[in-house]
């Protein structure tokens, strides 16, 4: 079938940040350990590709813009004023509208690195928590510990920014339902926003993969694990967070507007290594690593790939990645999104298969995850690749 598919200029901006004080166990991303790395010529790139890009597609207004990594809190306060001074010159924003959000890690983040973080145009930190006992944090190869969470969370709020998040992690090595519970008593006295908790998966070319492979991984069994994310669900709902994705629980109004672009299937612009991007219909992956990505900024675009979307590809991402939000996909979005078809036109198989089995439920205007759809959700997402 020819779909057309609604070409979208982005209002949203992710920027990469590959460096970190050391690689976490559990970790796969695109990051480098900091010592010894080239960050002045990578902001440099980094400005290189941002100037190639909006001439290219010049932006609309922008909604969000997400740092990632990494930590893009390594980059010493110089640095940082002029990263964020960079972004500011190619990314011209609303000011008032703007969801503008950094990751961070505890420990990173004294008051005069937060004070240049505000000034820049920050105005949401996510702090990379994972969890509340120290014991754990070191077995999974984080270097901070409580006190760092609490003071780095202190020092933010002592800086002027009430829009926090943490992450947290379940289904870890030894980590037990006890230490679970625990880990939530302490993260909801923090009151925060919003709180994203994500179970373990054990990636490739990771430490604690090469341990999986040689029996040596003791992570909870399949119930126990469960048993976590349905007790993290109740306490969340409980103390008044919504969960409005599988991982995701927020105050209203402090869902993540970024992540929810992803996850409507919006277009996004993807700087810096290895960042991925959707732009007018395009995916691409930067070149990956930092030598190689900087050297490659002096030239064209540093694409390790671009590909065209066709339509059919961009109708199941919508489903896949829509599906994530509690509230579900409606027929609205896909109609605007894919030339005034509905969403049974295409999946009206799928649809019958897994309302019949009980893992989606019809929604206002389309559908959403059941509850037992929530735990079973990527099977459920499975059901919509060709």
Known sequence: MNVTVRQETPSAVYIHIPFCTNKCHYCDFNSYVLKGQPVADYLDALEREMEQTVRLVPPRTVETIFVGGGTPTVLLPDQMERFLRIVRTYFPTDHEQLEFTMEANPGT??????????EGGVNRISFGVQSFDNGLLAEIGRIHNTDDVYRSLENA???GFANL?????FGLPKQTLKIMEETLNEALALDLKHYSIYSLKVEENTLFHTLYQKNQLPLPDEDEELQMFLYIMKRLGEAGYEQYEISNFARPGFESRHNSMYWRNRSYYG??????GYVNGQRHVNIKGVQPYIDATRGALPRLEQFEVTGQEAMEDFMMVGLRMLKGVSNRDFSEQFGGLSIED???PTLNKLLANGLIERAADGYRLSPQGLLLGNEVFAEFLS
Request: net charge neutral; aromatic share 4%.
């Open 109 to 118: 983040t004294d008051e005069e690195k937060l004070q240049a973080m505000k």
């Open 157 to 159: 709020r002592k800086v």
């Open 346 to 348: 295409i999946f009206a």
């Open 271 to 276: 700087i810096g290594a290895g960042a991925h």
């Open 165 to 169: 998040s943490i992450d947290l992690m």
